[in-house]
């Protein structure tokens, strides 16, 4: 069966059990505060578990991208190691919302394995959590057992602990025992050897998990404790490449048609070999794996960078760098050629990747192309490291700080001093890592406590598209503690006008006013699990009462005319520079707007200013918005309409139109352009390769703007003391700065001139040659030019001359190529030898060469000194 026959299957099979089948929520999680990357199926339907809504299908079953590189789930370093772990993975799944429980659900994942698959039963286990007798005190589930004795004989069910047998997503939220599905995958001889149940969860390499049943039961709380969920949910998860390589008969995932033609294109790439030596395996996997793992992010929309999201994929991408450099012998960029190999193999299923296809290569090449220079010069600061350590141990605060500040790994650091027979102090390394990582964790630490319910919830609408202020009521509320922002409270209402940060716009900020005439500010309005959660500092105080929320206009109006405009730049860019624009990011404030996309060139000036005059014509043109709301999505891209890669939308969708200018958006937005005012862009630039960014402003921010600039151009009037035209006063200016230049020029060569005929009369015959030593009021550049206008006039000279300048020491020694060659004499040593008593040193050539120091005082006696080093 091919990988993609196996996926196919699986989608089928549920849908044939009254599945909905849904797509796969984007492996970059953008609205989320508590989760970077999905790292499991369930994480697109957590509200559901929490019951903030109701699922409209009971049953759905898909297959979701996962990356397990950070937080709770994280492979990163075991990835390549093993031959079963990915960073990024599909996710087989089929889920019940409150619908049917254990029963189906293990009776199914077993009709599926054996029947449609026809997994051998004999290589089944299957494990049951065996309860926990710490402080949560949990029973065995024993329904999951009589249920699994059902089917299999008891010889192959293990009972689990907590660590294997019950899931949770994170420190909070839902979570339940769980029966895992192992595949032992052993020859017959090796089974006859050891039981396969002994060797479940063992981290044997033929004897993996396959499949992982959760049945959601309870809601882990703030204080650790655990309350039992209104409703219980099945939540599965399979993982594709490993069932891939059951189904296949292969023992490792990077034998499957999944990442074959990856391995091959590697072995092509670096001739290299796979399956003969361990490290260069190793390596090879690694680069197979990342490669997907980055590919996808960039699809998505996650470019690498150097904070969140962004951070964790550029180091995915480095290691990847790493091992290749390392065990591989690449030092050119190499990873970025098996994009193509990805798209062939996967651009069906995911066509993001087919579409994006130069994108990912660029991005991946200039990567790899900057991280290989750091290693280059990160090898010279080693070296440096290297030379300056007494004894075999290098200092482990060094190599941290090669790491830290430059991003050397200490993997290669260990790997490079151990091949020169040295060690590295892991003890003082450690000890700098833990420092830098308490710094950073305090700084980010959040604490929670558990939601105070206040009143019953509604559907929690948002009125915010159509005013600005609305009766409200407290449904609940929580504390939350952050470094950053100190306490805060998190407000939930029933409905509400504020906007929640979301889709680039900022969230909206205003205030509460309680019927006592009280006022709360509202800071911030984020989206959180669906729910649209306001921060505040303080309480109301009478939490039953209805409260007046009313948004900040003034900021939100500003906001809007930036969000409009974005738009109108976004089919502007696309107009001008081409279709194969695509957004990349865009950051909507009250005083500016931020727009990424992909291009491959800096735009012209000339560009610049169409796609300004562009927008500017739509503002004069006094378009009306025309919105439509709970529209199918299928509507909307007739339509026109633009989706985003990377963006997760509903079935129902939301249009935003200003002529042709048709957008999916949940953003807010003015009733007509006229009300932007103006358009101005105030920078373009790279962000990464083929990534541009534009930073604009609208409205009262352009009078400012030019008011800013009027207010430079009168200091410069001021200065130039002209009431005239300042441009000609300038030019004026500039055409007197130039005369002076040329006269400056004139009479330092005038002064060169007299000092060589002065210098000519002291020259001091010795021998058969010329010689001079001399202090002079001349720069370096000077001192050289005399010194060779000098030589072309004689040619047996020695000239040391010697200046200070700024309290700093010069020294310039001249000799004529002939006494180079007839004595020996090597201008380069003599100052390097002078330049001990100027407290300095320099180089340069036997016939040029200077030095400079830190102590003028010196330089009589260096002049004094040169007689001897010659003599
Ligand atoms: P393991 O113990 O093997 O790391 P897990 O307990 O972390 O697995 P779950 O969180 O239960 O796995 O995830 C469900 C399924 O997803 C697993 O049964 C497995 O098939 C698959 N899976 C988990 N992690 C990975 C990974 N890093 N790469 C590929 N597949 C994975
Ligand atoms: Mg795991």
Not at 356 to 378: A, P, R, W, Y
Not at 537 to 557: F, I, M, S
Not at 786 to 801: H, I, S
Request: proline share 3%; aromatic share 8%.
């Amino acid at each position: 069966m091919t990988s993609s026959e196996i996926r196919d299957n699986f989608l089928t099979f549920f849908k044939g059990k009254s599945h909905t089948i849904v797509p796969s929520a984007p492996m970059v999680i953008k609205d989320d505060p508590t989760l970077m990357f999905t790292n499991a199926g369930m994480n697109q339907f957590k509200e559901y578990f929490l019951g903030n809504s109701v699922s409209k299908y009971p049953r759905v079953a898909d297959t979701q991208k996962c990356l397990r590189v950070s937080g709770k789930h994280n492979d990163l370093e075991e990835v390549g190691k093993d031959t079963y772990h990915h960073t990024m993975f599909e996710m087989l799944g089929n889920w019940s919302f409150g619908d049917y429980f254990k029963e189906e659900a293990i009776q199914w994942a077993w009709e599926l394995l054996t029947k449609v698959y026809k997994i051998d039963k004999e290589s089944l286990y299957v494990s049951v959590f065996e309860g926990s007798k710490d402080e949560d005190n949990l029973q065995m589930d024993k329904e999951a057992l009589e249920l699994w004795k059902a089917i299999v004989p008891e010889e192959r069910i293990i009972y689990g602990n907590k660590a294997d047998n019950f899931w949770e997503m994170g420190d909070q939220g839902p979570c339940g025992p769980c029966s895992e599905i192992h595949v032992d995958m052993r020859s017959k001889e090796e089974k006859a050897k050891i039981p396969g149940a002994q060797l479940v969860n063992k981290d044997h390499p033929e004897v993996i998990e396959i499949w992982n049943l959760v049945f959601m039961q309870y809601n882990r709380k703030a204080d650790g404790s655990l309350e039992s969920l209104p409703e219980k949910h099945v939540d599965t998860g399979m993982g594709f490449e490993r069932l891939c390589m059951v189904l296949q008969g292969v023992h490792s995932s990077y034998d499957s048609d999944i990442f074959t033609p990856l391995v091959r294109e590697l072995e092509v790439l670096t001739g290299k070999s796979y399956g003969k030596d361990k490290e260069t395996d190793i390596a090879i996997r690694v680069v197979a794996d990342h490669i997907r793992a980055v590919a996808f992010s960039i699809a998505d929309g996650q470019l690498p960078s150097n904070n969140g999201a962004g951070y964790v994929i550029r180091r995915i991408l480095r290691r990847a760098v790493r091992y290749g450099f390392t065990f591989l012998g690449t030092s050119e960029p190499f990873i970025y050629k098996l994009v193509k190999v990805l798209v062939t193999t996967m651009g069906e299923a995911f066509p993001e990747l087919k579409k994006q296809i130069v994108l990912i290569e660029n991005v991946v090449k200039e990567e790899e192309h900057s991280f290989l220079k750091t290693l280059e010069q990160g090898l010279i600061l080693l070296d440096e490291i290297i030379s300056k350590t007494k004894g075999k141990t290098v200092d482990g605060e060094k190599a941290f700080e090669l790491y830290d500040t430059f991003g050397f790994p200490i993997d290669l650091t260990s790997l490079i001093l151990s091949e020169k027979g040295l060690a590295l102090d892991e003890a003082g390394f450690n000890k700098a890592m833990t420092r830098q990582k308490e710094r950073s964790r305090s700084a980010s630490e959040v604490s929670k406590d558990d939601w105070n319910i206040v009143s019953e919830k509604g559907d929690q609408e948002f009125l915010g598209y159509d005013q600005l202020q609305a009766e409200v009521r407290l449904v609940k509320y929580r504390k939350v503690i952050s470094k950053k922002e100190g306490a805060q409270f998190q407000l939930v209402f029933d409905k509400t006008p504020f906007y929640p940060e979301g889709g680039g716009q900022v969230g909206d900020k205003g205030y509460l006013e309680v019927p006592n005439g009280d006022v709360v500010y509202i800071l911030d309005t984020k989206r959180e699990n669906n729910e649209i959660v306001h921060f505040a500092k303080n309480l109301p105080k009478h939490l039953e009462q209805t409260l007046t929320a009313v948004v900040d206009r003034g900021k939100r109006a500003s906001t809007e005319r930036n969000h409009s405009a974005t738009h109108l730049l976004h089919q502007g860019l696309r107009l001008i520079l081409g279709t194969h624009v695509e957004q990349k990011g865009s950051a909507v404030h009250s005083g500016h707007l931020r727009f990424d996309f992909s291009h491959f060139s800096k735009m012209t000036e000339e560009e610049i200013q169409r796609v300004e005059d562009f927008v500017n014509q739509r503002i004069r043109e006094k378009l009306p918005l025309q919105e439509e709301r709970n529209i199918p999505m299928e509507k909307a891209l007739k339509e026109g309409a633009i989706a985003l890669f990377g963006e997760k939308y509903g079935e129902q969708v939301r249009t935003v139109r200003f002529g042709d200018s048709i957008e999916l958006c949940g953003g807010t937005h003015v009733s007509n352009t006229a009300d932007i005012w103006h358009f101005k862009i105030v920078s373009e630039g790279a962000i990464a390769a083929g990534v541009r960014r534009i930073e604009a402003i609208t409205s009262d921010a352009v009078r400012d703007f030019y008011e800013d600039k009027n207010q430079q151009l009168d200091e410069i009037k001021s200065h130039l003391k002209s009431s005239g035209d300042p441009v000609k006063a300038v030019e004026h200016l500039l055409e007197e700065n130039n005369a002076m230049k040329r006269e400056i020029e004139s009479l330092l060569k005038d002064k060169a001139r007299s000092l060589k005929i002065q210098f000519k009369g002291e020259l001091e015959s010795i021998d058969d040659f010329y010689f001079l030593a001399k202090e002079v009021d001349l720069d370096a550049g000077a001192m050289k030019d005399l010194a060779f206008e000098m030589g072309q006039e004689e040619d047996k000279l020695f000239l040391l001359f010697a200046s200070s300048k700024g309290g700093k020491a010069l020294l310039s020694c001249y000799i004529s190529k002939e006494l180079v060659a007839s004595k020996g004499w090597n201008a380069g040593q003599i100052v390097k030898e002078l330049g001990k008593y100027i407290q300095g040193g320099g180089g340069g050539q036997p016939f040029f060469a200077t030095a400079g120091g830190k102590n003028p005082a010196g330089i009589q006696k260096a002049l004094k000194q040169v007689r001897s080093l010659i003599s």
